[in-house]
């Protein structure tokens, strides 16, 4: 099985530098021991700069919202931060808003929809993060509406947009859909989606989760114009602390929680953290380097695209090493009693996240294989309240989630696949 569109490597040159930007890239600072992190899915790997940065920024006693010349510059930095936060979305309206996490925010936008708007029903996905389908879900059965679940895929690991759209209706208040499964690694084609869910209803409201696909793909709110969307920092090699929501200008006049004396578009609840706001810059400011590399052009967000569209392409080969082997080894299709499961053959429609099981192990314990290899992977179950739905929708009970990122190298992926067989042929 080959991938429709083959993916490409970095040149080793810029690899080198591109790892040399991220910190214990290969090393576990507890332990002391070198190691391959490959649940970037659950966390991620992290950029120096976006540490050093907080760390800068953070120090500062200043309150940006003063007159004084130091407050001035922490306004500036906040400032860059959110026109940085606008390019990673490509949000030309609309509020920004930070929140404690990612989830906040997702339960915040959907609670003022669904509370707000003319409807019966909302639609979501059986795909969905617990913070989008449970928040979904309490605001309906509190509200006494309908409920839709659109049905996954079982062969893409995604969910049809055909399904999603014989869901909506006139009397649907609220679409709720998620960008990348971090199961599956399956990207939606929210494009589409909008546009045939807009035609079933004009004035629909449209939430996006992003957190999964922000770190390895394209968004672009001119193209998909939904009424909110977030990501989190801390899964596109940034720090924790936040999360990030845009919301259009329509759902910003909704009573979101918000300071009564603010404006409409200002939907930001207490100080802003200048440190969080200087982290996210050194995100972009990253990707754009690495844009930088392939192309002239100088406007930002151009850039931007330039730079994520290269690491999805260095991913998808990856990726492709991962199921297909290379030159020196077997891929992960080929190794006896390994199953990778949603093996979908596009891979210009998943992000890079792979779900496997080794047939005759638990996944606990291959988990603990793993790790005694120094390897981090992580098991993803039906007893957990993250993965139940998604999983039993699959009818699986049970993967392996193997995530790397797009700072891993061939020589990694071939280290990965020789301790699969190691543990294949000693277990």
């Given amino acids: 099985m080959a991938s429709v569109v083959s993916g490409m490597l970095f040149e080793t040159e810029l690899l080198s530098e591109i790892r040399e930007k991220f910190a214990y890239i290969d090393y576990d600072p507890y332990l002391q021991k070198n190691r391959l992190f490959f649940d970037n899915a659950g966390g991620s790997l992290k950029l120096k700069r976006t540490i050093e940065a907080f760390r800068e920024f953070d120090y500062f006693p200043d309150h940006a919202q003063r007159e004084h010349a130091t407050a001035r510059y922490l306004a500036d930095v906040e400032r860059k931060g959110l026109r940085d936060i606008r390019t990673i979305f490509n949000a030309k309206d609309g509020s920004i808003s930070m929140y404690l996490t990612a989830s906040q925010a997702i339960f915040d936008v959907t609670r003022v929809i669904v509370e707000n708007i003319p409807g019966n029903n909302i639609v979501t996905t059986q795909l969905e993060h617990p913070s989008a389908y449970d928040s979904a879900k309490f605001y309906a059965d509190r509200l006494g509406k309908e409920l839709r679940v659109a049905k996954t895929n079982q062969i893409t690991g995604g969910v049809d947009v055909e399904e999603i759209m014989s869901l909506i209706d006139e009397n649907t208040c ?172 596009d891979l210009t429609k998943r992000d890079f996240i792979l779900a496997i099981s080794i047939e005759g192990i638990d996944y606990k314990k291959t988990i603990n294989l793993y790790e005694k290899e120094n390897i981090i992977v992580y098991d993803r179950v039906a007893t957990s309240i993250y993965s139940k739905r998604m999983l039993e929708s699959f009818g699986l009970e049970g993967v392996i989630r193997v995530s790397p990122l797009h700072c891993n190298s061939i020589e990694e992926i071939e280290a990965f696949l020789e301790v699969t067989k190691k543990i294949v042929e000693e277990n």
């Fill in 174 to 345: 609220l679409l709720s859909v998620i960008y990348a499964s971090n199961i599956s690694g399956a990207i939606l084609d929210i494009e589409k989606i909008v546009k045939e869910a807009r035609k079933i209803k004009q004035d629909l409201y449209i939430v996006v989760d992003s957190v999964q696909h922000a770190p390895h793909g394209i968004i672009d709110l001119e193209k998909t114009p939904v009424d909110a969307m977030n990501f989190a920092p801390y899964k596109f090699f940034g720090v924790r602390g936040c999360g990030i929501t845009y919301v259009s200008d329509r759902t910003a006049k909704l009573p979101l929680h918000r300071l009564l004396g603010k404006a409409d578009n200002d939907i930001q609840l207490g100080s802003p953290v200048p440190a969080h706001f200087a982290a996210i810059s050194e995100i972009v400011d990253y990707v754009c380097w690495i844009g930088s590399k392939y192309s002239n052009e100088t406007d930002r967000r151009k850039l931007y695209e330039e730079g994520i569209e290269r690491i999805a392409t260095h991913e998808r080969a990856l990726l492709e090493a991962l199921l297909d082997g290379t030159s020196n080894i077997e891929g992960l299709r080929h190794i006896p009693r390994v199953t990778v499961h949603l093996d979908y053959e």
